[in-house]
């Protein structure tokens, strides 16, 4: 939680925050920004630092009082806490990186609007404090809309006020004033910095191009998430697309789109929520409850124990009716019963020289857990797993046994292979509901260890290093922990409650999360080690989305997968008690083949969509589960295979309104070794659609590797490391998709362990 020092209102419905923000206040940088979140139903609102103060501890944000979320911001008082407040965020202003005696011989001019006149003062204050010259001009409606006057004017050698009105200072628009500087007083400045209204920053950009002004923009106002995560704030500038969050928020004014960039801002106004989705709770005992068995609480049951009639048979599993699990978010498969579970570990063979084992990242003793299981010694089955694995209850649930574990099960020779992942969820779920708790703390042993990234990769690396007794903190840039299996996996695939449940028994190990801490930007991986950590893992994920780069992809209606599923699971979009909103069309076209392409395209059918899935392939090249690809057809999802998009068709105000797309057949194999779509001449069609979601992959966000000195990575961005998860500095690890680039669950948990085994072993040695 953030208090708030002080509130100050500064013009009718606009107030100065000064909240509690150490650690952002020491990182803090002129142009940045900072997301805040009100409450448990608030959306994440990006908000531009208007100043910072390091020895109070404090972070200044200004927020105008305009949407449902600022309205419920503004109502906090002083005293108050929000409940998460993360940053610092986005790159420094430009001009932070020139050289001091270069910015001493020129002139800057500042162009502020409305709230945007807030983050000026930190970049005014920044040349005043090194005996730099610049002239600010600020403009309001009219005289009581006028903010920050008497600490402007102490930042500047000019300060000029505009207001539309003429109630105050100069008549006339801010642009008015700068032709009047330039043309009638015969100032010459070499730069212009502009922040407010995209509208305004528009013509102050068609003002300085008549000058041969260079000018910068800050483009917060099409900032969505903030971290890079959604993709949302994409934005043509020179041709090119960038992520305002990412790459900016600055950019060269004379190369932004501002057309383009001002209809996305329209995304979410006067937004409603698509379907109301009722009655949303966990369904994990689900299965408990249909079987009519019920569990006592001191273990002492007696479970009748049978073996399998058929061995190559698998023990059927009940889902729920594709007709009403369309409609919710609950959980689709309801899990064995502790008679179905004894029956289907039965056929396991106990083989001598597992292949499954081998088949498994984390090499889990199988046969082991299973007999267990086979017995009814259900507990002991759990312990038995948790040897291995830190996140038993999530792999049972979306690892892909079916190409890995389970596809080396000697019984699949003949018929059915055992239905190992869904022993795995029987084994942690039974464990949960009972309480079990199988991790002792153990001793420490003096030595601190960094975790980047509270995901599937840190959580494991984590989790395996506090067993061998290291002081280990994970850092994590969002408000909950979980990674993707928090915010990219639907609760109908993965319930909340399971993740919260998983991370809770890493933390019983002594594990502390710090959330909200951005690394790159609150602390540098360099702060971590100056701090005491004697080895750092980077296990920060894939979170930078892909677009195909076609014409139409930043009309509003086209989301990255990754903006789509965050909205709903992380910030539950779905749910009428959060503010999050969300733009769901009559008809999505979801493009992709993978896992993420299915859980984007599910979750839009439950939310009262008519999906369809386009994949350039067909059916046998789909990268997604067969279980997954199965429960999408049952619950009327439609597929259109061996298609690919061309072109998004928007309306004249920016919105997706149609899809051209090409036919393809399948030529000779890529590097992948799949066949290469080909398109077919004349096949072109367009269709009509009203949501665009692009799940297409992700790529390493370049926040970590670009702030960590003497890194090497991949020209696409993976941090490269050797076999031992250590990368180009001795003391830095990483793993999971930071390295590999978008992956499975399980690749990044056994990512996560082998580094743990090689920090260890570094630190032992050391």
């Given at each position: 939680?953030?208090?708030?020092?002080?509130?100050?209102?500064?013009?009718?419905?606009?107030?100065?925050?000064?909240?509690?923000?150490?650690?952002?206040?020491?990182?803090?940088?002129?142009?940045?920004?900072?997301?805040?979140?009100?409450?448990?139903?608030?959306?994440?609102?990006?908000?531009?630092?208007?100043?910072?103060?390091?020895?109070?501890?404090?972070?200044?944000?200004?927020?105008?009082?305009?949407?449902?979320?600022?309205?419920?911001?503004?109502?906090?008082?002083?005293?108050?806490?929000?409940k998460?407040?993360?940053?610092?965020?986005?790159?420094?202003?430009?001009?932070?990186l020139?050289?001091?005696?270069?910015?001493?011989?020129?002139?800057?001019?500042?162009?502020?609007?409305?709230?945007?006149?807030?983050?000026?003062?930190?970049?005014a204050?920044?040349?005043?404090?090194?005996?730099?010259?610049?002239?600010?001009?600020?403009?309001?409606?009219?005289?009581?809309?006028?903010?920050?006057?008497?600490?402007?004017?102490?930042?500047?050698?000019?300060?000029?006020?505009?207001?539309?009105?003429?109630?105050?200072?100069?008549?006339?628009l801010?642009?008015?004033?700068?032709?009047?500087?330039?043309?009638?007083?015969?100032?010459?400045?070499?730069?212009?910095?502009s922040?407010?209204?995209?509208?305004?920053?528009?013509?102050?950009?068609?003002?300085?191009?008549?000058?041969d002004?260079?000018?910068?923009?800050?483009?917060?106002?099409?900032?969505?998430?903030?971290t890079?995560?959604?993709?949302?704030?994409?934005?043509?500038?020179?041709?090119?697309?960038?992520?305002?969050?990412?790459?900016?928020?600055?950019?060269?004014?004379?190369?932004?789109?501002?057309?383009?960039?001002?209809?996305?801002?329209?995304q979410?106004?006067?937004?409603?929520?698509?379907?109301?989705?009722?009655?949303?709770?966990?369904?994990?005992?689900?299965?408990?409850?249909?079987s009519?068995?019920?569990?006592?609480?001191?273990?002492?049951?007696?479970?009748?124990?049978?073996?399998?009639?058929?061995?190559?048979?698998?023990?059927?599993?009940?889902?729920?009716?594709?007709?009403?699990?369309?409609?919710?978010f609950?959980?689709?498969?309801?899990?064995?019963?502790?008679?179905?579970?004894?029956?289907?570990?039965?056929?396991?063979?106990?083989?001598?020289?597992?292949?499954?084992?081998?088949?498994?990242?984390?090499?889990?003793?199988?046969?082991?857990?299973?007999?267990?299981?086979?017995?009814?010694?259900?507990e002991?089955?759990?312990?038995?797993?948790?040897?291995?694995?830190?996140?038993?209850?999530?792999?049972?649930?979306?690892?892909?046994?079916?190409?890995?574990?389970?596809?080396?099960?000697?019984?699949?020779?003949?018929?059915?292979?055992?239905?190992?992942?869904?022993?795995?969820?029987?084994?942690?779920?039974?464990?949960?509901?009972?309480?079990?708790d199988?991790?002792?703390?153990?001793?420490?042993?003096?030595?601190?260890?960094?975790?980047?990234?509270a995901?599937p990769?840190?959580?494991?690396?984590?989790?395996?290093?506090?067993?061998?007794?290291?002081?280990?903190?994970?850092?994590?840039?969002?408000?909950?922990?979980?990674?993707?299996?928090?915010?990219?996996?639907?609760?109908?695939?993965?319930?909340?409650?399971?993740?919260?449940?998983?991370?809770?028994?890493?933390?019983?190990?002594g594990?502390?999360?710090?959330?909200?801490?951005?690394?790159?930007?609150?602390?540098?991986?360099?702060?971590?080690?100056?701090?005491?950590?004697?080895?750092?893992?980077?296990?920060?994920?894939?979170?930078?989305?892909?677009?195909?780069?076609?014409?139409?992809?930043?009309?509003?209606?086209?989301?990255?997968?990754?903006?789509?599923?965050?909205?709903?699971?992380?910030?539950?979009?779905?749910?009428e008690?959060?503010?999050?909103?969300?733009?769901?069309?009559?008809?999505?076209?979801?493009?992709?083949?993978g896992?993420?392409?299915?859980?984007?395209?599910?979750?839009?059918?439950?939310?009262?969509?008519?999906?369809?899935?386009?994949?350039?392939?067909?059916?046998?090249?789909?990268?997604?589960?067969?279980?997954?690809?199965?429960?999408?057809?049952?619950?009327?999802?439609?597929?259109?295979?061996?298609?690919?998009?061309?072109?998004?068709?928007?309306?004249e105000?920016?919105?997706?309104?149609?899809?051209?797309?090409?036919?393809?057949?399948?030529?000779?194999?890529?590097?992948?070794?799949?066949?290469?779509?080909?398109?077919?001449?004349?096949?072109?069609?367009?269709?009509?659609?009203?949501?665009?979601?692009?799940?297409?992959?992700?790529?390493?966000?370049?926040?970590?590797s670009?702030?960590?000195?003497?890194?090497?990575?991949?020209?696409?961005?993976?941090?490269?490391?050797?076999?031992?998860?250590?990368t180009?500095?001795?003391?830095i690890?990483?793993?999971?998709?930071?390295?590999?680039?978008?992956?499975?669950?399980?690749?990044?948990?056994?990512?996560?362990?082998?580094?743990?085994?090689?920090?260890?072993?570094?630190?032992?040695?050391?």
């Open positions: 939680m953030s208090k708030i020092l002080r509130k100050e209102e500064l013009a009718p419905n606009i107030y100065l925050f000064d909240v509690y923000a150490p650690k952002i206040a020491a990182s803090a940088k002129p142009g940045q920004f900072i997301i805040l979140i009100a409450d448990k139903y608030s959306e994440r609102i990006p908000l531009t630092i208007s100043d910072y103060d390091i020895d109070r501890g404090s972070v200044q944000i200004v927020v105008q009082a305009s949407g449902e979320s600022t309205k419920k911001i503004c109502a906090f008082e002083e005293g108050d806490e929000f998460d407040f993360v940053g610092p965020l986005g790159k420094e202003s430009d001009f932070m020139m050289d001091l005696e270069e910015l001493k011989d020129k002139k800057y001019l500042f162009v502020a609007g409305g709230v945007g006149t807030a983050p000026v003062y930190p970049q204050k920044y040349f005043k404090e090194n005996g730099l010259h610049c002239d600010i001009i600020i403009g309001a409606k009219s005289k009581e809309f006028v903010i920050l006057e008497d600490e402007l004017a102490s930042v500047c050698d000019n300060l000029y006020i505009a207001t539309d009105d003429g109630s105050y200072g100069f008549k006339g801010v642009t008015d004033k700068l032709v009047d500087l330039v043309e009638n007083e015969h100032k010459k400045y070499d730069n212009v910095v922040i407010g209204p995209m509208i305004m920053m528009k013509f102050v950009e068609l003002t300085t191009r008549k000058y002004l260079p000018i910068t923009v800050s483009l917060n106002p099409i900032m969505v998430d903030g890079g995560m959604c993709g949302a704030c994409r934005v043509n500038v020179g041709g090119k697309t960038k992520f305002a969050c990412v790459d900016g928020p600055e950019f060269d004014g004379h190369l932004v789109d501002f057309d383009s960039a001002m209809k996305r801002q329209r979410y106004i006067n937004n409603k929520k698509t379907t109301e989705i009722k009655d949303h709770h966990c369904t994990m005992d689900m299965a408990v409850e249909a009519r068995v019920k569990y006592d609480e001191n273990l002492n049951e007696k479970i009748e124990i049978k073996k399998a009639e058929d061995r190559f048979t698998r023990i059927p599993i009940a889902n729920q009716d594709p007709e009403e699990r369309n409609k919710n609950k959980e689709v498969c309801l899990g064995y019963t502790p008679e179905e579970a004894v029956l289907e570990a039965s056929r396991c063979l106990n083989c001598k020289k597992p292949q499954c084992v081998e088949g498994c990242p984390v090499s889990i003793d199988i046969p082991g857990f299973i007999k267990e299981i086979a017995s009814g010694n259900f002991q089955s759990y312990k038995v797993l948790s040897l291995y694995t830190s996140l038993p209850a999530v792999c049972g649930r979306v690892c892909p046994q079916e190409t890995q574990c389970e596809e080396r099960c000697v019984l699949a020779n003949r018929g059915d292979s055992v239905s190992i992942g869904k022993l795995e969820r029987f084994s942690a779920d039974y464990a949960r509901r009972h309480h079990i199988s991790n002792e703390k153990p001793k420490s042993m003096g030595k601190k260890v960094a975790v980047i990234g995901g990769a840190g959580l494991t690396c984590a989790g395996e290093l506090a067993k061998m007794g290291y002081d280990v903190t994970i850092f994590e840039a969002l408000q909950e922990s979980g990674g993707v299996l928090t915010y990219g996996i639907p609760e109908f695939r993965l319930p909340e409650e399971v993740v919260a449940h998983e991370v809770d028994n890493i933390k019983s190990l594990v502390k999360i710090e959330n909200n801490t951005v690394i790159g930007r609150t602390l540098t991986v360099d702060d971590l080690i100056k701090d005491g950590y004697e080895a750092v893992f980077i296990g920060s994920g894939a979170g930078l989305p892909k677009f195909m780069n076609i014409p139409g992809e930043n009309l509003n209606g086209v989301y990255s997968a990754n903006e789509f599923l965050t909205r709903n699971n992380l910030m539950r979009s779905f749910d008690e959060y503010d999050t909103p969300v733009n769901v069309g009559k008809k999505v076209a979801v493009i992709g083949g896992n993420v392409a299915m859980d984007a395209a599910r979750v839009a059918k439950r939310l009262g969509a008519d999906v369809s899935i386009l994949y350039r392939r067909t059916e046998k090249e789909l990268p997604a589960r067969v279980e997954e690809v199965h429960h999408a057809k049952e619950e009327g999802i439609k597929f259109e295979m061996l298609t690919a998009p061309t072109e998004i068709l928007g309306t105000d920016g919105w997706v309104k149609a899809l051209n797309c090409v036919r393809n057949e399948l030529g000779a194999p890529d590097e992948s070794g799949r066949r290469r779509p080909v398109k077919i001449e004349g096949s072109d069609y367009t269709e009509e659609f009203e949501t665009i979601i692009m799940a297409l992959g992700t790529n390493p966000n370049p926040l970590i670009s702030t960590t000195k003497n890194l090497d990575i991949e020209n696409w961005g993976g941090i490269i490391v050797n076999e031992e998860s250590q180009s500095r001795e003391e690890f990483a793993g999971g998709d930071a390295v590999t680039g978008s992956a499975t669950v399980i690749l990044a948990m056994g990512a996560g362990k082998n580094a743990a085994k090689s920090i260890d072993e570094f630190l032992r040695n050391k």
